[in-house]
C-alpha cells in the first residue's frame, strides 16, 4: 500500500468545493464532517510554530468547535525571547508561561480550559464568538470564579468586554437553560 499524498491547499480547497472535505478558512481537512476536539488540535499544530501556545479563541476552538480558530490567539514564552520576525509575523503576546495551566493535545501546546476561559473573557476579538466559546466551556459556577478571579488584573476596556461577555453568556443561560453543552 502507498502512502496517501499530501493535498495542496489549492486541491483540498477544491474538494471542499465539492463536498469532498471540510474547511473553515486556512485549516482544511478530506473528512466531510467538522473535527473533533483532538482533530482540531493537529490541525491548528500543523500550522501554529513549535514555540506558540494557542490560547484566546484559536484555544476557544480547539476546545468547543464554535467559532473561528483565526486571527491565530497564541502566547509565547517572555524567555527566550522571539525573534523580530516571529513577532512581528505571529503577533505573539509575551507572558510568563509557567502562570499557566498548559495542555497538549496532539502536538499542540494549549491553554487549560480555566486559563483559556479567562483569555476569552478579555482578550480582543468578538464578543458572540468569544460568549459562544464561554457559554460551552464552562458552567456558571465556574464563570463567576472566573470573572472574580480576573477582574482586578485587567485593563479597563478589557473590564469592560469581560463585564459583556459574562452578561451575554448569562443571558443565554437564562434564555436558554435546557441546551446541553
Given at each position: ?6 493535498l495542496?491547499?489549492t ?8 463536498g ?5 478558512q486556512?485549516?482544511?481537512?478530506d473528512?466531510?464532517e467538522?473535527?473533533l476536539y ?6 491548528v499544530?500543523?500550522r501554529?510554530p513549535?514555540?506558540a ?29 522571539l ?5 512581528t ?9 509557567e502562570r ?7 502536538g ?9 476561559a479567562a483569555?476569552l ?22 464563570l463567576?470564579?472566573v470573572?472574580?478571579q480576573?477582574r ?5 476596556p ?13 443571558q ?10
Amino acid at each position: 500500500m502507498h502512502p496517501t499524498p499530501t493535498l495542496s491547499d489549492t486541491e483540498r480547497h477544491a474538494l471542499h468545493l465539492d463536498g469532498d472535505g471540510w474547511r473553515i478558512q486556512s485549516i482544511y481537512t478530506d473528512r466531510r464532517e467538522p473535527p473533533l476536539y483532538e482533530e482540531r488540535a493537529a490541525l491548528v499544530a500543523e500550522r501554529l510554530p513549535q514555540w506558540a501556545v494557542a490560547a484566546g479563541q484559536t484555544a476557544g476552538w480547539v476546545w468547543t468547535g464554535l467559532g473561528k480558530p483565526e486571527p491565530w490567539a497564541v502566547l509565547c514564552a517572555t524567555t527566550p525571547a522571539l525573534s523580530p520576525i516571529a513577532r512581528t509575523q505571529w503577533r505573539p503576546r509575551a507572558k510568563r508561561l509557567e502562570r499557566f495551566t498548559l495542555v497538549s493535545v496532539r502536538g499542540l501546546r494549549l491553554l487549560g480550559r480555566m486559563d483559556c476561559a479567562a483569555d476569552l473573557l478579555s482578550h480582543q476579538g468578538e464578543d458572540e464568538v468569544a460568549a459562544a466559546q464561554l457559554y460551552s466551556l464552562v458552567t456558571k459556577t465556574e464563570l463567576h470564579s472566573v470573572v472574580e478571579q480576573v477582574r482586578d488584573s485587567l485593563s479597563k476596556p478589557a473590564r469592560d468586554r469581560a463585564r459583556r461577555r459574562a452578561a451575554q453568556v448569562s443571558q443565554w443561560w437564562r434564555d436558554h437553560p435546557v441546551v446541553t453543552r
